[in-house]
């Protein structure tokens, strides 16, 4: 079935660092949407795309659709504490608008 | 909006009892999902309903799991008999159509 992988699964970077993770498929997707999860919480949803070649920004994030449908990036860019967290990429299910899968997630650690 | 609610948050219960997870809804969404997480298969879907009418179980482990949606605002999932390898994080999500998902704070169930 369909799935999606992301990487890196995770990330130990310093405060002020740019961030970068991206997601693929073996299959097309026709939205992308990246959502966070902090430490305790449920995810909750960052960036929705919906073209191929879309960029979309959010503040300090970027994310883009990439061209072949197949992959998406996720960029946050100088990182502070509360970036902390695990961010996933998911996806509509192909001709199942209704239900979406996610990535395994990229936690996100930030060193003091 | 008070947002997904979801109760209890925190289930510590001891294997071959029955386990009720509670969750209610963002009135007026008319799609609930229940997700569980663990760090092996990260965050599964289990079943989601639109218009209290149960869509997709095919993410059910096995008969030990059932979930029901009496009423627009209310849903519940079952584990009887529970078992240790039940023990995750379970969420509950709501939305007015399948991407942007409002995901409740999680029942955090540990079976001993």
């Known amino acids: 079935g369909q799935q999606l992988n992301q990487s890196p699964q995770s990330m130990f970077i310093q405060e002020g660092e740019d961030v970068s993770m991206n997601c693929t498929s073996s299959?097309?997707?026709?939205?992308w949407l990246w959502y966070k999860q902090d430490p305790g919480e449920g995810p909750v949803l960052l960036i929705a795309?919906?073209?191929?070649?879309e960029l979309t920004s959010n503040g300090r994030l970027t994310a883009q659709f990439g061209i072949t449908r197949k992959d998406s990036f996720l960029n946050i860019s100088a990182s502070i504490p509360s970036d902390v967290g695990i961010y996933f990429c998911?996806?509509?299910?192909?001709?199942?608008?209704?239900?979406?899968?996610f990535g395994k997630g990229t936690r996100l650690h930030i060193l003091p | 909006d008070a947002g997904v609610i979801q109760s209890p948050r925190h289930e510590v219960t001891e294997m071959g009892q029955e386990v009720t997870l509670r969750c209610k809804p963002i009135?007026?969404?008319?799609?609930l999902f229940w997700y569980r997480q663990t760090m092996m298969r990260g965050l599964e879907l289990l079943i989601y309903?639109?218009?209290?009418?149960?869509?997709?179980d095919s993410g059910m482990p096995e008969d030990r799991f059932s979930a029901k949606m009496p009423n627009a605002s209310f849903s519940t999932l079952k584990i009887q008999p529970s078992e240790p390898r039940d023990s995750a994080v379970y969420f509950c999500?709501?939305?007015?159509?399948?991407?942007?998902?409002?995901f409740g704070p999680g029942t955090r169930l540990l079976v001993l």
């Open positions: 999500a709501s939305s007015s159509g399948p991407e942007t998902q409002y």
């Open positions: 299959s097309i997707f026709n939205t």
């Open positions: 795309l919906y073209k191929a070649g």
């Open positions: 998911a996806g509509p299910i192909f001709n199942r608008d209704d239900k979406i899968i």
């Open positions: 009135s007026g969404h008319d799609y």
């Open positions: 309903f639109n218009n209290n009418v149960p869509i997709d």
